[in-house]
Protein backbone atom coordinates (compact mmCIF):
# COMPACT_ATOMS: atom_id res chain seq x y z
CA UNK A 1 0.00 0.00 0.00
CA UNK A 2 2.69 2.32 0.51
CA UNK A 3 4.33 1.62 -2.41
CA UNK A 4 1.07 2.52 -4.15
CA UNK A 5 0.41 5.42 -2.35
CA UNK A 6 3.88 6.68 -3.19
CA UNK A 7 3.42 6.16 -6.99
CA UNK A 8 0.12 7.85 -6.81
CA UNK A 9 2.16 10.96 -5.13
CA UNK A 10 4.48 10.39 -7.53
CA UNK A 11 1.79 10.49 -10.38
CA UNK A 12 0.33 13.30 -9.18
CA UNK A 13 3.19 15.50 -8.86
CA UNK A 14 4.69 14.84 -12.55
CA UNK A 15 0.90 15.63 -13.46
CA UNK A 16 0.86 19.23 -11.90
CA UNK A 17 4.58 19.81 -13.39
CA UNK A 18 3.78 18.72 -16.93
CA UNK A 19 0.44 21.05 -16.95
CA UNK A 20 2.63 23.97 -15.26
CA UNK A 21 5.22 23.26 -18.01
CA UNK A 22 2.19 23.02 -21.00
CA UNK A 23 0.50 26.32 -19.71
CA UNK A 24 3.99 27.94 -19.46
CA UNK A 25 4.57 26.98 -23.52
CA UNK A 26 1.31 27.69 -24.55
CA UNK A 27 1.09 31.55 -25.46
CA UNK A 28 -2.03 32.69 -24.56
CA UNK A 29 -4.15 35.40 -26.59
CA UNK A 30 -3.59 39.44 -25.35
CA UNK A 31 -6.83 41.07 -25.23
CA UNK A 32 -6.84 43.73 -27.15
CA UNK A 33 -8.10 47.51 -25.74
CA UNK A 34 -10.72 48.64 -27.44
CA UNK A 35 -10.83 51.04 -30.09
CA UNK A 36 -10.57 54.66 -28.81
CA UNK A 37 -13.91 56.83 -29.72
CA UNK A 38 -14.34 60.68 -30.02
CA UNK A 39 -17.37 62.72 -29.14
CA UNK A 40 -17.49 64.48 -32.62
CA UNK A 41 -19.53 68.11 -32.15
CA UNK A 42 -19.42 71.45 -32.56
CA UNK A 43 -17.47 73.77 -29.82
CA UNK A 44 -17.11 77.18 -30.68
CA UNK A 45 -16.16 79.89 -28.44
CA UNK A 46 -17.57 83.35 -27.75
CA UNK A 47 -15.56 86.04 -29.29
CA UNK A 48 -13.99 83.85 -31.96
CA UNK A 49 -14.67 83.81 -35.82
CA UNK A 50 -15.04 81.48 -37.95
CA UNK A 51 -14.43 82.02 -41.86
CA UNK A 52 -15.63 79.42 -44.22
CA UNK A 53 -16.16 79.21 -48.39
CA UNK A 54 -18.36 77.44 -50.31
CA UNK A 55 -17.92 76.83 -54.16
CA UNK A 56 -20.31 75.09 -56.13
CA UNK A 57 -19.72 73.72 -59.99
CA UNK A 58 -23.11 72.59 -61.60
CA UNK A 59 -23.62 71.28 -65.12
CA UNK A 60 -27.03 70.98 -66.08
CA UNK A 61 -27.71 68.87 -69.67
CA UNK A 62 -30.82 68.71 -70.85
CA UNK A 63 -32.60 67.81 -74.29
CA UNK A 64 -35.40 69.83 -75.32
CA UNK A 65 -37.35 68.64 -78.52
CA UNK A 66 -34.24 66.64 -79.57
CA UNK A 67 -31.99 69.64 -78.76
CA UNK A 68 -28.84 69.51 -75.98
CA UNK A 69 -28.51 72.22 -73.90
CA UNK A 70 -25.73 72.85 -71.38
CA UNK A 71 -25.91 75.32 -68.92
CA UNK A 72 -22.72 75.53 -66.43
CA UNK A 73 -22.33 77.36 -63.10
CA UNK A 74 -20.04 77.98 -60.60
CA UNK A 75 -21.05 79.57 -57.65
CA UNK A 76 -18.66 81.01 -54.68
CA UNK A 77 -19.85 82.32 -51.75
CA UNK A 78 -17.90 83.34 -48.38
CA UNK A 79 -18.68 83.49 -44.89
CA UNK A 80 -17.89 84.74 -42.15
CA UNK A 81 -18.96 83.51 -38.38
CA UNK A 82 -19.02 85.58 -35.89
CA UNK A 83 -19.80 83.47 -32.37
CA UNK A 84 -21.47 86.07 -30.33
CA UNK A 85 -22.31 84.06 -27.43
CA UNK A 86 -22.55 80.04 -26.12
CA UNK A 87 -25.20 79.14 -23.78
CA UNK A 88 -24.88 76.44 -21.28
CA UNK A 89 -26.07 73.77 -23.55
CA UNK A 90 -23.29 74.50 -25.90
CA UNK A 91 -25.73 76.29 -28.33
CA UNK A 92 -23.92 79.10 -29.59
CA UNK A 93 -25.42 82.39 -31.07
CA UNK A 94 -23.34 83.58 -34.54
CA UNK A 95 -24.00 86.62 -37.00
CA UNK A 96 -23.30 85.27 -40.31
CA UNK A 97 -21.63 87.73 -43.00
CA UNK A 98 -21.58 87.52 -46.50
CA UNK A 99 -18.36 88.87 -47.48
CA UNK A 100 -17.46 87.57 -51.64
CA UNK A 101 -19.71 86.48 -54.03
CA UNK A 102 -18.36 84.91 -57.65
CA UNK A 103 -21.03 83.97 -60.12
CA UNK A 104 -20.13 82.82 -63.15
CA UNK A 105 -22.57 81.08 -66.29
CA UNK A 106 -21.89 79.64 -69.49
CA UNK A 107 -25.36 78.98 -70.89
CA UNK A 108 -23.99 78.03 -74.94
CA UNK A 109 -25.85 80.03 -77.49
CA UNK A 110 -28.00 81.41 -74.89
CA UNK A 111 -24.64 83.61 -73.49
CA UNK A 112 -22.32 83.58 -70.81
CA UNK A 113 -21.50 86.14 -68.07
CA UNK A 114 -19.04 86.58 -64.72
CA UNK A 115 -19.24 88.58 -61.91
CA UNK A 116 -16.73 89.06 -58.70
CA UNK A 117 -17.44 90.83 -55.84
CA UNK A 118 -13.40 91.43 -55.11
CA UNK A 119 -13.09 92.81 -58.76
CA UNK A 120 -17.00 93.62 -59.83
CA UNK A 121 -17.27 95.01 -63.80
CA UNK A 122 -18.42 98.56 -64.45
CA UNK A 123 -22.05 97.20 -65.58
CA UNK A 124 -23.25 93.57 -63.21
CA UNK A 125 -25.28 91.05 -65.42
CA UNK A 126 -28.51 91.23 -64.76
CA UNK A 127 -28.21 87.57 -63.53
CA UNK A 128 -26.03 88.42 -60.92
CA UNK A 129 -27.60 91.44 -59.51
CA UNK A 130 -29.45 89.08 -56.89
CA UNK A 131 -25.64 87.76 -55.96
CA UNK A 132 -24.09 90.68 -55.89
CA UNK A 133 -26.57 92.47 -53.33
CA UNK A 134 -25.55 89.85 -51.46
CA UNK A 135 -22.35 91.43 -50.62
CA UNK A 136 -21.84 92.35 -46.56
CA UNK A 137 -25.46 91.33 -45.86
CA UNK A 138 -25.14 89.62 -42.26
CA UNK A 139 -28.16 87.71 -40.56
CA UNK A 140 -27.99 85.46 -36.65
CA UNK A 141 -28.87 82.27 -36.00
CA UNK A 142 -28.72 79.43 -33.47
CA UNK A 143 -26.59 76.31 -33.69
CA UNK A 144 -26.75 73.29 -31.51
CA UNK A 145 -23.15 70.96 -30.58
CA UNK A 146 -24.67 68.53 -33.05
CA UNK A 147 -24.84 71.01 -36.43
CA UNK A 148 -28.95 71.49 -36.17
CA UNK A 149 -30.10 75.32 -36.83
CA UNK A 150 -32.35 75.95 -34.13
CA UNK A 151 -33.46 79.16 -35.41
CA UNK A 152 -32.75 82.27 -38.03
CA UNK A 153 -33.34 86.14 -37.62
CA UNK A 154 -32.58 88.47 -39.86
CA UNK A 155 -32.73 86.80 -43.23
CA UNK A 156 -35.98 88.20 -44.33
CA UNK A 157 -35.04 91.69 -42.88
CA UNK A 158 -32.24 91.30 -45.27
CA UNK A 159 -34.16 90.83 -48.33
CA UNK A 160 -35.49 94.31 -48.54
CA UNK A 161 -32.15 95.92 -48.11
CA UNK A 162 -31.27 93.68 -51.27
CA UNK A 163 -33.96 94.87 -53.47
CA UNK A 164 -33.02 98.26 -52.59
CA UNK A 165 -29.89 97.72 -54.25
CA UNK A 166 -30.99 95.62 -57.10
CA UNK A 167 -31.47 98.45 -59.87
CA UNK A 168 -35.00 96.49 -61.61
CA UNK A 169 -37.30 99.00 -63.75
CA UNK A 170 -40.04 96.46 -64.32
CA UNK A 171 -42.20 95.57 -61.39
CA UNK A 172 -43.21 91.96 -62.50
CA UNK A 173 -39.75 91.10 -62.50
CA UNK A 174 -38.66 92.62 -59.47
CA UNK A 175 -41.63 90.89 -57.98
CA UNK A 176 -40.53 87.28 -59.37
CA UNK A 177 -36.66 88.08 -58.06
CA UNK A 178 -38.15 88.85 -54.34
CA UNK A 179 -39.84 85.54 -54.43
CA UNK A 180 -36.87 83.84 -55.54
CA UNK A 181 -34.48 85.73 -53.26
CA UNK A 182 -37.40 84.71 -50.19
CA UNK A 183 -37.27 81.26 -50.86
CA UNK A 184 -33.30 80.95 -51.53
CA UNK A 185 -32.07 83.88 -48.96
CA UNK A 186 -34.49 83.98 -46.62
CA UNK A 187 -35.46 82.85 -42.98
CA UNK A 188 -36.59 79.78 -44.09
CA UNK A 189 -34.25 78.96 -46.95
CA UNK A 190 -30.97 80.08 -44.98
CA UNK A 191 -32.26 77.63 -42.02
CA UNK A 192 -32.68 74.88 -44.73
CA UNK A 193 -28.87 75.23 -46.11
CA UNK A 194 -27.06 76.13 -43.11
CA UNK A 195 -28.73 72.96 -41.47
CA UNK A 196 -27.93 70.54 -44.65
CA UNK A 197 -24.43 71.94 -44.21
CA UNK A 198 -23.89 71.80 -40.89
CA UNK A 199 -25.84 69.04 -39.26
CA UNK A 200 -23.29 65.99 -40.16
CA UNK A 201 -22.05 64.99 -36.15
CA UNK A 202 -23.15 61.90 -34.59
CA UNK A 203 -25.17 61.70 -31.90
CA UNK A 204 -22.86 59.05 -29.80
CA UNK A 205 -19.01 58.79 -29.74
CA UNK A 206 -17.76 57.14 -32.53
CA UNK A 207 -13.89 55.25 -33.88
CA UNK A 208 -12.52 54.36 -36.95
CA UNK A 209 -14.84 52.60 -39.31
CA UNK A 210 -18.14 53.30 -37.55
CA UNK A 211 -20.50 54.67 -39.38
CA UNK A 212 -24.01 57.30 -38.45
CA UNK A 213 -26.96 58.23 -40.72
CA UNK A 214 -29.09 61.44 -41.57
CA UNK A 215 -31.95 62.27 -43.75
CA UNK A 216 -31.97 66.31 -45.51
CA UNK A 217 -34.92 67.20 -47.05
CA UNK A 218 -34.39 69.92 -50.05
CA UNK A 219 -37.19 72.31 -50.64
CA UNK A 220 -35.25 74.63 -52.86
CA UNK A 221 -32.98 74.71 -55.82
CA UNK A 222 -33.07 71.14 -56.87
CA UNK A 223 -36.12 69.24 -54.31
CA UNK A 224 -34.82 65.81 -53.39
CA UNK A 225 -34.43 63.83 -50.05
CA UNK A 226 -30.85 62.83 -49.46
CA UNK A 227 -29.80 59.80 -47.61
CA UNK A 228 -26.82 60.06 -45.91
CA UNK A 229 -24.64 57.64 -44.12
CA UNK A 230 -21.48 59.23 -42.81
CA UNK A 231 -18.29 56.35 -41.76
CA UNK A 232 -15.56 58.17 -39.66
CA UNK A 233 -12.19 56.65 -41.80
CA UNK A 234 -9.26 58.04 -40.05
CA UNK A 235 -7.93 60.53 -37.26
CA UNK A 236 -4.39 62.38 -37.49
CA UNK A 237 -2.95 64.90 -36.21
CA UNK A 238 -6.06 66.37 -34.27
CA UNK A 239 -7.84 65.92 -37.93
CA UNK A 240 -10.93 63.84 -38.31
CA UNK A 241 -12.01 62.32 -42.03
CA UNK A 242 -14.97 61.61 -43.06
CA UNK A 243 -16.45 59.75 -45.98
CA UNK A 244 -20.41 60.40 -46.91
CA UNK A 245 -22.41 58.17 -49.40
CA UNK A 246 -26.09 59.24 -49.93
CA UNK A 247 -28.51 58.38 -52.17
CA UNK A 248 -31.58 60.65 -53.51
CA UNK A 249 -35.17 60.82 -54.60
CA UNK A 250 -37.40 63.24 -55.67
CA UNK A 251 -39.20 65.53 -53.30
CA UNK A 252 -42.79 65.80 -55.14
CA UNK A 253 -44.13 67.32 -51.42
CA UNK A 254 -42.51 71.06 -53.02
CA UNK A 255 -44.48 73.35 -54.75
CA UNK A 256 -43.51 73.78 -58.42
CA UNK A 257 -40.71 76.38 -59.26
CA UNK A 258 -42.52 79.45 -61.29
CA UNK A 259 -40.20 80.25 -64.63
CA UNK A 260 -41.67 82.83 -66.14
CA UNK A 261 -44.83 82.94 -67.38
CA UNK A 262 -44.73 78.70 -66.94
CA UNK A 263 -44.71 76.30 -63.61
CA UNK A 264 -41.89 73.30 -63.65
CA UNK A 265 -41.34 70.44 -61.53
CA UNK A 266 -37.77 68.53 -61.00
CA UNK A 267 -38.24 64.78 -60.51
CA UNK A 268 -34.91 63.55 -59.59
CA UNK A 269 -32.89 60.65 -58.15
CA UNK A 270 -29.19 60.04 -57.92
CA UNK A 271 -25.79 59.37 -55.75
CA UNK A 272 -23.95 61.40 -53.34
CA UNK A 273 -20.20 60.70 -52.34
CA UNK A 274 -17.48 62.75 -50.64
CA UNK A 275 -15.22 63.03 -48.25
CA UNK A 276 -14.62 66.33 -45.22
CA UNK A 277 -12.22 66.79 -42.78
CA UNK A 278 -12.84 68.28 -39.34
CA UNK A 279 -10.64 69.90 -36.35
CA UNK A 280 -11.33 67.47 -33.42
CA UNK A 281 -11.00 70.22 -30.94
CA UNK A 282 -13.84 72.22 -32.39
CA UNK A 283 -15.76 70.15 -34.30
CA UNK A 284 -15.23 73.02 -37.24
CA UNK A 285 -15.08 72.01 -40.67
CA UNK A 286 -11.62 72.50 -42.07
CA UNK A 287 -12.15 71.05 -45.80
CA UNK A 288 -14.62 69.04 -48.00
CA UNK A 289 -15.46 68.03 -51.42
CA UNK A 290 -18.44 66.14 -52.61
CA UNK A 291 -19.26 64.86 -55.77
CA UNK A 292 -23.51 64.79 -56.90
CA UNK A 293 -24.71 63.18 -60.07
CA UNK A 294 -28.89 63.63 -60.40
CA UNK A 295 -30.50 62.59 -63.19
CA UNK A 296 -34.65 62.90 -64.06
CA UNK A 297 -37.07 64.84 -65.17
CA UNK A 298 -38.22 68.65 -65.43
CA UNK A 299 -42.07 68.60 -65.74
CA UNK A 300 -44.46 71.41 -66.84
CA UNK A 301 -47.30 71.38 -64.47
CA UNK A 302 -49.09 74.59 -64.59
CA UNK A 303 -48.86 78.39 -65.86
CA UNK A 304 -50.57 79.69 -68.86
CA UNK A 305 -48.87 77.77 -71.31
CA UNK A 306 -49.83 74.36 -70.29
CA UNK A 307 -51.88 73.60 -72.82
CA UNK A 308 -49.12 73.94 -75.34
CA UNK A 309 -46.59 71.57 -73.55
CA UNK A 310 -49.01 69.24 -71.71
CA UNK A 311 -47.92 66.12 -70.79
CA UNK A 312 -44.02 67.29 -72.08
CA UNK A 313 -41.24 66.37 -69.43
CA UNK A 314 -37.54 67.53 -70.18
CA UNK A 315 -34.52 65.02 -69.36
CA UNK A 316 -32.10 66.23 -67.28
CA UNK A 317 -28.47 65.38 -66.00
CA UNK A 318 -26.92 67.44 -62.94
CA UNK A 319 -23.58 67.14 -62.41
CA UNK A 320 -22.29 68.96 -59.21
CA UNK A 321 -19.07 69.67 -57.07
CA UNK A 322 -19.36 71.24 -53.87
CA UNK A 323 -16.44 72.37 -52.28
CA UNK A 324 -15.95 74.00 -48.62
CA UNK A 325 -12.85 75.31 -47.32
CA UNK A 326 -11.90 77.35 -44.49
CA UNK A 327 -9.48 80.07 -44.83
Same mark, same amino acid.
Given at each position: ???????L??? $???? $?GL????????????L???????E????????????????????V???? #???????V?S???G???????????G??? &??????G????QD??G?G?F !??????P?A?????A????? %????S??M??????????????????????????I??E?M????????????? /?????E??? /??????????VG??????S?????????????????????????A????N?? *???? %? !????? !???A?? #??????G??H??? !?????T????? *??L????????????G?? #?D?????? &???????T??????
Open positions: MKNNAGYNLW $IILT $IAVLFNGCVQRPQQPEPEKILQLRLKAGESYNLRMTTDQKTQSI #MGHQQEIQIGVYSFDVEEVDADVAR &VKVIYHVLFKAGLK !EYDSSDPEIPPMKGYAA %LVGQFHKIAPNGHISEVEGADEMIADMLEKIDAMYKTSLEKKLRDQFG /NQGVKMMD /NMMAIYPDRPINDSWTTVIETHGFPMILDNTWTLKDRKDGITIEVST *AEPN %L !EVDPV !EMGMK #MQYSLSEQGTM !ELDEAGWMIS *AEDQKFTGDLSMVGPM #MMAEGMA &VPVLIEIIRLESF
